[in-house]
């Protein structure tokens, strides 16, 4: 099963990609209270103002692997390069894509507004970002849906989406999308991401209301892949959603619900999903990505959740990861990491195409020693050295004297 908007369609081995956000109603008028008015809780919530003193995302790349993104909306018009179509074939010949979930998404993360000042419409997080569409999912609505999720040569698009997207110039990926299974096609197209600097950012899924057991929902791929940002979705209060799925791969969360976007032809929409929570985040890694363009993925996640705000007791839980991003903050937390790197570089290193099992990966060798934690456990073990030899004396001393004892008194 595959939650995909409200709906919910049971597809041939879990291999479908669907839309992790569900579109609620349309709203076209374009009225500035309407539109940005609505959004206000969300440049609140993740201190964009703030945030744009430092960065609004110029020189940065965000590739949305959607259902495409409509590159004539007076909010996105000439941020939108229009990439591959890697469902091409799944629709009957002459039916243009709707472009509906890939339209809205892409307003979040790159939404440059319109009119006098850009202050009608929507914002996006990182308003001066570009974006590249990649279709990789169907919408519903559209006629080769079902072929598409059910058909063997679709089964790795987002592998392959991934890919392309990296090879185009990414700096981000987003991946507002969701899956039940993985596949080692993505796994790999995962590790060739992050082994050349792109930041992926996926939903975690909206199958929350539905338990595995009393700990955890079920997990969602791209999300739960290992070096991917799994986003996970708030309410109003900024509590867990509860369509957000709750499992260990969630590192942060963003709002989710009530979350205003455009649509093609000009629309204005406003939805709730993890997808939404995605599109949010995805924009404060560009944001990052656009003042610290050398910074390796590791650090652009360590840079999210340290700076976390709402952080759940004792740091972090299954619900909303390690808080809820800030983008404000997250920058600060940037800067502070911007002179590090955690990419491995040599003969060492990893093939990002080559699985780790097999001993593969070689022996690591120790570069940096805690040279104060050494000394102090190797003083644990001299004391416990001398102990051990003190108490030996001692039991030989007393061994002594009973041996002694007995002597005299058989004498």
Known sequence: MLNLGSRRIMLRQGAA??????????????????????????????ELTQAWRTSKGRGVT??????????????????????????AGANPPGVAPLRLHGTYMASLIAGHG??????LGIIGVAPEADVLSVRVILEDEEPGFREFNSEERFENVVARGIRYAVDEGADVINMSISKELATREERAAIRYAISKGVVLVAAAGNDGDRKVDADYAPYSYPAAFPGVVSVGATDRRLRRATFSNWNSS?????PGVDIMGAGPGDEYWVGRGTSQATALV???????????????????????????????????????????????????????????????AGAQAQDPAS???????????????????????????????VGALASLSVIFILVRRVRRAHSSQGA
Do not use: C
């Open 114 to 119: 319109h009119g006098p000042g850009g202050k």
């Open 355 to 385: 699985p780790l099992a097999g001993g593969q990966a070689g022996t690591i060798k120790v570069i940096d020693r805690d040279e104060k934690r050494v000394t102090v456990h190797a003083a644990i073990a001299a004391a416990a050295a």
């Open 282 to 344: 995805s924009g404060v890694a560009a944001l990052i990505k656009s003042k610290y363009p050398d910074m390796s993925p590791p650090l652009v996640a360590r840079a999210l959740t340290a700076s976390a705000t709402d952080r759940p007791p004792g740091g972090y839980d299954i619900a909303t990861g390690f808080g809820i991003v800030n983008a404000a903050r997250a920058l600060l937390e940037a800067g502070k990491l911007a002179g590090y790197t955690e990419t491995a």
């Open 250 to 254: 969630v590192l942060v969360a963003a």
């Open 17 to 46: 990609v669907a839309a992790a956000g569900m579109v609620l109603f349309t709203a076209a008028p374009a009225w500035a209270d309407d539109v940005r008015g609505g959004q206000q809780p969300v440049i609140k919530t993740l």
């Open 62 to 87: 965000v590739a949305v692997l959607d259902s495409g993104v409509d590159p004539r909306h007076r909010d996105l018009v000439r941020s939108v390069r229009v990439g591959k179509d890697f469902t």
